[in-house]
Each structure stands twice: as C-alpha cells, then as structure tokens.
C-alpha cells in the first residue's frame, strides 16, 4: 500500500489557512503565532483576533484605543487588554490587605474604563470558595464607576444642552454607582418608548395647547395600569421592604424587582403607569433610584419628577424642576402668567397654581418665597438626590453609599467646604486615611476663601487640629494592621479559631468568627451595659468578633463571650436522635432546632451564614464544612488559627 504523503499546516491555501485559524481561541492563536514566521505572520493579522476583542470586552478607554482599532492590530489589542485583565486580578487579590487597599483601588480607578469588564467577570465568578473575590471585585466595581460616574456627573453639567431631555442621566448613574452588576440603560428607552405613547396620544387628541398636553401626560403617568395593579413588583412577602434593612436592596434583589417589571409595556388607551408617592416607605433609598421607581411604581417627590420631566420634555413639553423646601414638584409654564402650573408628582400629578401652592406651602409651615417657586437646573436636582441619599445613609451609618454620594456632590461642587467635611469624616471611618488627609488640607486653603460654598466655614486651627488628628490615628492604625494575634497560654483557652460557625448558646442565632480576643477588650460602659462581670467567666476569657447570619438578626456582628458559643450541629434523623441520650449537649441543640419559634428553618439545609461582610474576611465555605476558609490577610492576623492551602 502506497504510503500518504504527510500534510502539514502550511500547505493549506492561505484562504483556507485563515477559515482554520478564525475557529482557534485566543490561547490557540498564541502558539500558533509561536511556531514560526509564516504562522506568526498568518495567527498575527487573523480577522478572529478583532471577534476575540470585541466578545470580551465591551468597555474601552476612548483615545487610548482608537488608534490600535482604526489600524487593525487587534492582536496587539488583545495583548495589551488580557495584560490589563491580569493586572485587575492581582489588584483585587490585593484588596484583602487594609495597608493596599486604597492603593490598589486608586489604581484601578485610573484602569477606569478598562478594569470595568474584568471587574464584572469576577464579581460574578462562581464557586463555594469565590465569596470573597465576589466581595471585593464588587468593591473594586463600585469604586471605579463612582468615580467615572462622578466625572460623567461634571461632564453633563458643564454641557447643559446635551442632555435638556434627559434629565434622568445623572440619577442613573446615581442608581448604577449603587449596583454595578445592573444595566439601567433599559431605563432610558423605556422613558423614550413612554413619551412616544404620550405624543401618540395628543396627536390622536389634537390637543394645541401646552395645559391640555400636560392632562395626557399625566394620565400617562399616574393613571391606574389596565389591569388594576398599582405596582409592578413582588408581594411584601416575597422580599423585604428597604425599611427594614440598614442599607440598599443588594443587587439580587434589584434584579428580582427588575425582572418582575415589563420594560417593554406600554399603557395604552387611557390606562396608566399607575405613579405614586410613597408615604409607608418614604425613606426607603430604593425610592431614590429611578430603575427601582419604575420597577415599582413608587417613589419620592424627587425621583417622580424626574421620570415626569424626562417623558414631558421628550414629549415636546418644557416642564421645569421646582426645589421647595420638603418638597420637590415640576412647573409648566412661565411664572406669574396664567398659563404657570405648578405638578405635585407625589399627589398623583394633581394640577396647582401659583396661590394652590401658596396655600399647600402655608398649611406644611413654609415661609413662602417667590424664590422657592422659581426653576431650578440639574446641578440643583442631582444635589438634592444625593443629598436625601446621604441623610438616609447618615441615620444607617452606611458609610460606603455616603461616600459614594459625597464624590458625586463634589464632583457638582467641588469647592464646597460641607462636603469636603463629610467626605474626609467618611474617609476615616472607612480607614482611608490619607484621603482624609488630603481632604483636610483641601479645606484648610477653602477656609481662607470667604467665597467657598457651604456652611460657616470652621476657622483653620479646628482643621488643622482635625488635620494632626488624623495623622495620628493613620500611625496608630497603621501599626494595628501589622500586629499579629497568638493563642496565648492561659487557664482558659480560646477554644475556637477565626472561620468557624458557632451558634449562640442563650439567643440561638447563627454567625462566624471573624476575630478573637484572649480576654475582653470592649468599653467599659459596654461592659457594664451588658453585665460581663455577671457572667459565670465574667471579662476573663476569651471573646469572639462574630458576623451574624441576617436571617436570624439583620446585618449584626457581635461580641461574644466564649461561654455563650457551642457548635451548630446538624440536624439530627430520627435514627440518630434515637441514639443520644436526653442529658448531651446533642439533646439540648436538638430541642433548640425543633423549636420553630426560636430558631429559623433554614438552619437544616447548611452551614453557610449570609452576612454582606462575609466575603471581606474569607474566601468561602465547602458544602461539607464547618469552617470558613480565611483571606490572606487574616491567615496573617490569626496564625496559629488557621494553616493557609499550598
């Protein structure tokens, strides 16, 4: 039999050669380019590298970019974008480190743009042991698109024009800063598809004048949907109301509101969106943010008039922004003439002149001003958004939502010496140092100029003693960062080690340990408050740092003395309740996880706790374990506790 002759790569046609190399991924591609020169030169200009680019990454630095894209070296493009995706990885694995972290994310804002599709990619990663780089990309994520968010925010209101009908665009990014794994774009082209209904519906009315245009819009608005529903989200009982939690829905939850709203419905005939002000929740922050306002139709005087300005001036209708003091409405109209009205957007849209107003002011104890009925502009609007968010967070010491918030106020105003204040108050209760510091210079050269805005400007020697103050606690901190924790040799030993689930003894809840010390190290008004020295151990043993699972108490840590932790155990078969006897520990635990009354259910399907802090301390749990497996950091923190994975 004649022997074939062997076929190599090379002797394809170069057409077919190109068909073959357009199947490879990008790691193909690569050794193909590593073989020789003909494939080097062939793997190099191949169209799939232009595919493998645009699939992967969707966000990209404009100017840095365009140049490699209009010369078509899109392999030297993907080089230097997977560098940067490497680069996002060791940043973020570094965020664990409190010595690193705002480093690290300094530099990753200044990726902007092109952190952003890496950041994503992590902060959804999948796996029992991925929690904590969920946590901290998502951390990452948050920080860039603020921080791009509040230079857009500049951006918008340096060009006023740009977005005249748009005035939702700055309370978007408000809400995309808030959830960075949520597109809210759908919400622009539902306002668009909104306003073509309502434009639709004057033309068929042949309305001509600006009052009866108004009528339809608001019909639009704030008329009950065809099938009678007043909101388009879940039952009270499927998800909690924000009221009951100390800080925004997490994005799940959004996603759950957002799914559950039908973008692409439209009310048609005299049906309605079925807009309404929300009085039960009203400092609920979701109602601040325009994805969720029309995923449920709720909201605030604020957030309602901005969707009520974005569908009228699309619609041809120039509405205007009214700031009053404890209330926001919009104005058609100009002022002082017969055609001015004035909308209460949170009393469904209903219609008012200028002396409805005066009156409705006089009742609520407003000393009345024509200058509190004048229209105000965007940098007005987006400063009163952010600063209802800020008070809320303020009451919930959220402090990463307010400084999210801060950067954007100044971002709008950026000489303003009451956020500068803020912000670096912020800054030192989230560690952060040297932006305190900085801010604290910032506003020792504001304080010297009698122009700069906000309120009385504090003399320099206060910000300078709040200057060195800083810079102290910074030392201190620093060098609390660095001391490591040892199980020391004393007559009552600490019996459990960072990463394990314990249960309560007396309240029953559930959490993980996440610190310890050999004896308790708390205030002393704490101590007596919680009458330590009555314990059988009283202050000296050992006590443990513990985030609680907020299914058993919402969003808590606690401080937990030794005596009061047992070991949750699983819960028990009938056959194995049969073998212990009614005087173990066992028995005990047992009686607690039958008692539906005292212990939540869902305690007998795993051992996993659901705190939004679990990932800044570890990496996961296995479905088979007992014990969380700690970041890096704290591995360093608590060495004899827990010996690091090689």
């Known amino acids: 039999m004649q022997q074939q002759p062997e076929a190599y790569l090379l002797d394809l046609p170069a057409s077919l050669l190109q068909q073959v190399l357009a199947l490879c991924a990008p790691a193909q591609l690569a050794r193909c380019a590593a073989a020789c020169r003909l494939l080097r030169q062939a793997a190099t200009g191949c169209p799939a590298w232009q595919q493998h680019c645009l699939q992967r990454w969707s966000n990209w630095r404009p100017f840095i970019w365009n140049e490699l894209q209009q010369q078509e070296a899109w392999k030297t493009l993907y080089a230097a974008r997977r560098q940067m995706d490497l680069q996002t990885d060791q940043l973020v694995a570094t965020l664990v480190w409190p010595l690193e972290r705002y480093g690290c994310i300094a530099e990753l804002q200044q990726l902007g743009y092109d952190a952003l599709d890496q950041l994503r990619r992590l902060a959804e990663k999948q796996g029992s042991l991925m929690i904590g780089t969920r946590y901290w990309a998502r951390q990452a994520l948050t920080a860039v698109l603020s921080h791009l968010q509040a230079n857009s925010m500049k951006q918008i209101l340096q060009q006023p024009q740009a977005t005249q009908n748009m005035p939702e665009v700055g309370a978007l990014m408000v809400a995309q800063a808030h959830y960075p794994l949520v597109d809210v774009s759908a919400v622009s082209a539902y306002l668009d598809r909104l306003a073509e209904e309502c434009k ?30 007043s909101a388009a989200s879940p039952s009270p009982d499927d998800s909690p109301r924000q009221a009951d939690l100390p800080y925004p829905m997490s994005a799940w939850s959004w996603e759950q509101q957002s799914s559950a709203a039908d973008w692409t419905n439209i009310p048609s005939g005299n049906a309605g969106l079925g807009l309404q002000g929300d009085s039960e929740n009203y400092y609920d922050p979701s109602n601040s943010l325009l994805p969720f306002v029309l995923a449920t139709r709720k909201g605030i005087p604020i957030s309602l008039a901005i969707v009520h300005a974005a569908v009228g001036r699309r619609a041809g209708l120039p509405i205007e922004f009214v700031g009053m003091p404890m209330h926001f409405m919009n104005k058609l109209g100009a002022a002082d003439t017969p055609d001015e009205r004035f909308i209460d957007v949170f009393a469904g849209g209903k219609v008012l002149d200028r002396e409805a107003v005066k009156a409705m002011m006089q009742q609520n104890d407003i000393t009345f001003h024509e200058s509190r009925l004048q229209a105000v502009g965007l940098a007005e609007v987006y400063t009163r958004l952010c600063g209802n968010l800020i008070n809320i967070y303020s009451h919930s010491r959220n402090t990463s939502k307010q400084r999210i918030l801060l950067d954007m106020l100044l971002a709008i105003s950026p000489n303003n010496i009451e956020y500068s204040i803020r912000h670096a108050q912020v800054a030192v209760h989230r560690d952060d140092f040297d932006t305190a510091i900085n801010d604290y210079k910032r506003i020792a050269e504001l304080a010297g100029n009698v122009a700069a805005p906000g309120a009385l400007h504090p003399p320099r020697a206060v910000i300078q003693s709040r200057l060195s103050a800083v810079e102290a606690m910074r030392s201190a901190w620093h060098q609390q960062a660095l001391e490591q924790t040892r199980r020391p040799n004393q007559a009552v030993p600490v019996q459990f080690k960072v990463g394990d689930v314990i249960r309560h003894r007396r309240y029953h809840y559930r959490g993980v ?11 002393e008004d704490w101590v007596q408050q919680m009458r330590i020295d009555q314990l059988p151990g009283g202050r000296h043993q050992p006590y443990y740092h513990v985030l609680v699972d907020h299914r058993d108490r919402p969003f808590q840590s606690t401080y937990v003395a030794q005596e009061n932790i047992v070991r949750p155990t699983p819960t028990p078969t009938s056959s ?4 212990a006897g009614p005087s173990s520990e066992a028995s005990e635990v047992w009686d607690i996880w039958n008692n539906r009354d005292v212990l939540a259910p869902h305690w007998e399907h795993s051992l996993q706790v659901q705190h939004p802090d679990i990932g800044e301390y570890f990496e996961g749990i296995e479905p088979d374990e007992s014990c969380y497996h700690v970041n890096a950091y704290l591995n360093f923190r608590f060495p004899e506790d827990w010996i690091a994975a090689i």
């Open 513 to 523: 340990i996440y610190g310890w010390d050999a004896e308790c190290k708390a205030e």
């Open 200 to 229: 639709n519906r004057m033309a068929a009315a042949g309305t001509c004048t600006d009052r009866e245009a108004l009528l339809i819009l608001n019909q639009l608005l704030f008329n009950p949907p065809a099938d009678g529903s």
């Open 576 to 579: 194995t309740a049969a073998t």
